[in-house]
C-alpha cells in the first residue's frame, strides 16, 4: 500500500545547502520512494548539543511503499552516506532527517515514535513542513500544524533562506 510521508531535513556542518540538495535527491534515487515536494531551506539556531553553527532545515513529503521501519532505515542509511556521526545529542550534524508523520499511522517501538515527538514544538520543523502541507493536522493531538506554528512563531527564528530544487525531474517519478 502506498503512503505520504513526511521529512524533516537538517545540517549544519560543511556545506548546509548541497547536503540538503544531495539528500533530496537520494532520496528521489531510491527504490520504493517517490518525491511529491520539497520545501525551501530554513535557517534556525541550534537547540541543545552546546554551542555550535546555524541549521538549514527543510522538509520533504514523499510516497512510499516501504513500511516506517523500513523508512527509517533508509534515512538513517542515507544519513550515514553524507558522513553523520552520533557523537553528541543534538550536536552537530552533516546531515539529519527524521521521519515527522507516516499517513496518520501511529508508530511506537524501540527506535521509532511516530508521529515525532517533537514535531509541535520545534518551528524548525513546522515551518518547512507547512510550506509544503499547509493544511495537515497532528494525527494524535488533531490540531492544525499551522495553528501550532502560529504559537511558536514568538518563542523561536526561523528564515526561509532558499529553495531547493533537486536536479532532474525527480518530483512525482
Known sequence: M??????????????RLAELHLALADLADHDGITLVAASGAWETSPVGGG?????????????TELTPRQLLDTLLAIER???RQRRVRWGPRTLDL?????????VDEPGLTVPHPWLERRRFVLE????IAPD?????????LADVLHDLQQQQQA????ALDVPGDCFGR
Open 136 to 144: 495537515l493536522t497532528h494525527p494524535s493531538s488533531g490540531h492544525r
Open 128 to 131: 518547512p513542513l507547512i510550506e
Open 2 to 15: 502506498v503512503e505520504v510521508a513526511y521529512i524533516g531535513l537538517g545540517s549544519n556542518v560543511g556545506d
Open 81 to 83: 552516506e553524507h558522513g
Open 98 to 106: 527524521d521521519l515527522l508523520l507516516y499517513a496518520d499511522h501511529h
Open 159 to 162: 528564515c526561509r533562506v532558499a
Open 51 to 63: 554551542a555550535q553553527e546555524d541549521y538549514l532545515n527543510a522538509a520533504a513529503s514523499v510516497s
